[in-house]
C-alpha cells in the first residue's frame, strides 16, 4: 500500500540553524499538509499547499518557515533559523482532494526535531 | 477562538465492553468531523469521517455520530480489544484546514 514517507526519522540541531524536513507524499496525491506536534500536546496544523502554491497557513507558519515541491515527488518544510520552541514531532500528509472537503489525509511516520 | 475539546485525557475501559469517547467544538461550522487513531511516535491514522448532514456513520466496530447542534461527536468502539488502546483523535474540516483535538488516551484492560 502507497505511504508517506519523511526523512529524516530524527534531526538535532543548534538554535539559529537552519533545518530541512523532506517528504514524500503518495504519488497520485495532489494536496500536501505540513503539521507539527510539540511533545504531550495536540497536531497542530501548519500549512497546505496545492498547485504549487501554499493555499493556506496557520499562525504559527510565520516568515522563518517555507514550503516548496522542488520536483515531482519531495515536498519540503524550512525552518530558516531554528528556536528551542521549534523542537516538536514534524508530520507531513497527503491528499487526493483538499483535506477541507473531507478527503482523507495520509500522514507520514514524522521527523522528530529537536533544537538545543 | 475556535476550540474542540475531547472529554478526558485518559479512558480506562475493560476488555469487551463498549469505548465511547467525546468531542465537543465551539465557535466552529465543520463541515466534517474525522477521527484518528495516533500510536506513541506514529502519525496520526484515519479511521471515520462524518458530513454536516449526516447523523451517524459505521465502520466494523467503530460508529460516530455527530450532532451538529450540540456541537458534539461521539465516537464508540464496540467488543473492545486491548489492541485498541491508543489515543484517538477528533479533528473538524472546513476550506482546506483541519484543526485536531489534543486527543483521549483509550487503554482497554485486559
Known amino acids: 500500500e502507497p505511504e508517506v514517507t519523511q526523512t529524516p526519522s530524527h534531526q538535532v540541531t543548534q538554535m539559529g540553524q537552519e533545518v530541512i524536513l523532506r517528504c514524500v507524499p503518495i504519488s497520485n496525491h495532489l494536496y500536501f499538509y505540513w503539521y507539527r506536534q510539540i511533545l504531550g500536546q495536540k497536531v497542530e496544523f501548519l500549512v497546505s499547499f496545492y498547485n504549487n502554491e501554499i493555499s493556506e497557513k496557520s499562525e504559527i507558519f510565520d516568515d522563518q518557515f517555507s514550503v516548496e515541491r522542488p520536483d515531482g515527488s519531495n515536498f519540503t518544510l524550512k525552518i530558516r533559523s531554528t528556536k528551542l520552541e521549534d523542537s516538536a514531532m514534524y508530520f507531513c500528509?497527503?491528499?487526493?482532494?483538499?483535506?477541507?472537503?473531507?478527503?482523507?489525509?495520509?500522514f507520514g511516520p514524522g521527523t522528530r526535531l529537536l533544537v538545543l | 477562538s475556535q476550540k474542540i475539546e475531547q472529554n478526558s485525557e485518559a479512558l480506562n475501559i475493560q476488555e469487551g465492553k463498549t469505548a465511547t469517547l467525546t468531542c465537543n467544538y465551539t465557535?466552529?461550522?465543520?463541515?466534517?468531523l474525522q477521527w484518528y487513531r495516533q500510536d506513541p511516535g506514529r502519525g496520526p491514522v484515519f479511521l471515520l469521517l462524518i458530513r454536516e448532514n449526516e447523523k451517524e456513520k459505521r465502520k466494523e466496530r467503530l460508529k460516530v455520530t455527530f450532532d451538529t447542534t450540540l456541537k458534539q461527536s461521539l465516537f464508540h468502539i464496540t467488543a473492545s480489544q486491548p489492541a485498541d488502546s491508543a489515543t484517538y483523535l477528533c479533528?473538524?474540516?472546513?476550506?482546506?484546514?483541519?484543526?485536531f483535538g489534543k486527543g483521549t488516551r483509550l487503554h482497554i484492560l485486559p
Open positions: 500528509a497527503s491528499s487526493v482532494l483538499a483535506g477541507g472537503l473531507g478527503e482523507t489525509q495520509y
Open positions: 479533528a473538524l474540516a472546513r476550506d482546506d484546514k483541519i484543526i
Open positions: 465557535n466552529y461550522s465543520p463541515a466534517y
